[in-house]
């Protein structure tokens, strides 16, 4: 298998991150990669956390609107004293887009992937994270967009948690295969 199928192959979402931070040259390998995918013009816009405390206070915040939305299942998950919807993950990407362009969810997660599998031919651990995205459906998803830069006009698109694996790679969860019709 080459180079690349090994990377796609090996690339799992990491739910364990060990403290220590990434080096900005590799987060800049990565955004390089972010960049190179097919996105065209691009309308999209990566807001880089790296800030403990604003990324705690996201998580306490992103708590606070699912125990309010009333969900049994996250309001369970949220109380286990261990939840942290970025895993503690040192870097958070998050990915917002001109609410105005079409079809952005795809570029958006074009570059996404690229991040992914750039973060895996590092040997960065990476999740690609939506629950986050709760954090803008109240009162206090003005205040964020602004402390985050995120643009006038932009919304939240995706989350992905970065940083060095802590112990083994989770196993692949299985692929149903019964998802292809050939037609020759
Ligand atoms: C649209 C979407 C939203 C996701 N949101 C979350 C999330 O909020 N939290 C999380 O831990 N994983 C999230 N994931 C990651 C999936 O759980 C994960 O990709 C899936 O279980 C397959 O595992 P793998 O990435 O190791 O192959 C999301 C994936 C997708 C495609």
Redesign the pocket.
Known sequence: MNETLEVIKN?????KYKFEQITDSELQTILDAAFLAPIGEPKGHFTIIQNKDLLDRMVDSIKENFVSSGSEIMIKKVKDPLYH?F?NAPTVILISADETAPLMEIQC?LAAQNI?LAAESLNIGS??????GILFKTGKSNEFKRELGIPDGYNFV??I?LGYKYGDD?V??P?DKNIINYIK
């Open positions: 690339r799992r979402s990491i739910r919807t895993y997660g992914m999740c690609l994270i939506l629950s986050s995706c989350t948690a989770p692949t969860p692929r």
